[in-house]
């Protein structure tokens, strides 16, 4: 029977995988691929906490259901138990996104949320673009790449000509109510797609060895620049214009977006 998995286990697991003190570092995870960890979620974020120290900073995608209203202090996400309790804990911003937003805790945290919902939800300027300009890490705890938000941002970057096919019910306006109180609407500009088809950017990713592979537990993990994700996204882009897309019929987005691709005859050449 494997050990239970504990908070100094896992602080040592994230120092051996390269997380280190000051370092900025978006977290992607599965509580329950790290094996029984003692004191559950909380000991998981204590860790990273502890890792990157108070001169680090660390978020988590906290992403939630369209809604008309939206009460930032108490609106759930649905991206996992680790990022909800995060999300939930002392100290933790959240910026002021009605669907795509993140929780950010540490020195940078401010810088990193603020004005969210002035850009796009995972474009230019957004959390997760910030955190690649500033040298962050992105970390993914037993979960591949089809959780990768930042692979998005690279679609921005790129200009695709697909991020006005909305998934079914986003495209709407909310009443968003900050925690201070303040209110105001926000109508999305674009919606990031399906995400199903990203391990072509963890398989190029392996391929360059920009991506640091470990355990955490029993979770298999990888860890890398938010920036050399972006760099890969924008390769495959450049092959192949539909490259982030995913191949499924069903799929709400991906075969109207792939229309677009074709008509267009669209490749990056960002």
């Not at 796009?120 to 990768?148: C, D, E, W």
């Not at 009443?175 to 950017?201: E, H, L, Q």
């Not at 069903?250 to 074709?262: D, F, G, L, N, S």
Request: hydrophobic share 40%.
């Amino acid at each position: 029977m494997a050990e239970n998995v504990t908070r100094s286990r896992i602080v040592k697991d994230l120092q051996a995988l390269g997380v280190k003190r000051g370092d900025i570092v978006a977290v992607h995870s599965s509580l329950k691929s790290i094996g029984f960890v003692d004191g559950g979620a909380e000991t998981v974020i204590a860790a990273l906490k502890e890792a990157v120290g108070s001169s680090g900073t660390i978020i988590m995608p906290v992403f939630s259901k369209p809604v008309d209203i939206f009460v930032t202090r108490d609106e759930p996400s649905h991206t996992g138990i680790v990022a909800e309790t995060f999300r939930k804990s002392k100290g933790t911003l959240r910026s002021l996104h009605p669907t795509h937003s993140v929780a950010a805790w540490g020195k940078r945290a401010h810088s990193i949320v603020r004005e969210h919902q002035l850009h796009q939800a995972l474009g230019v300027n957004s959390p997760f673009h910030r955190l690649a300009k500033r040298g962050g890490k992105v970390l993914m705890i037993g979960v591949p790449y089809t959780r990768a938000s930042i692979v998005h941002v690279a679609e921005s970057i790129a200009r695709v000509p697909y991020q006005d096919v909305f998934y079914p019910g986003y495209k709407r306006q909310t009443m968003v109510i900050a925690v201070n109180g303040k209110r105001f609407k926000y109508t999305p500009r674009d919606n990031p797609g399906d995400s199903s088809a990203f391990g072509v950017v963890e398989e190029l990713m392996k391929s360059q060895g920009k991506l640091t592979q470990g355990r955490i537990g029993e979770a298999s993990c990888t860890i890398a620049l938010g920036m050399d994700i972006i760099k890969a996204s924008l390769a495959v882009m450049s092959k192949d214009g539909a490259g982030l897309l995913c191949r499924n019929p069903e799929c709400a987005v991906c075969p109207k977006r792939r229309v677009i691709v074709a008509r267009l005859r669209w490749r990056n050449k960002a």
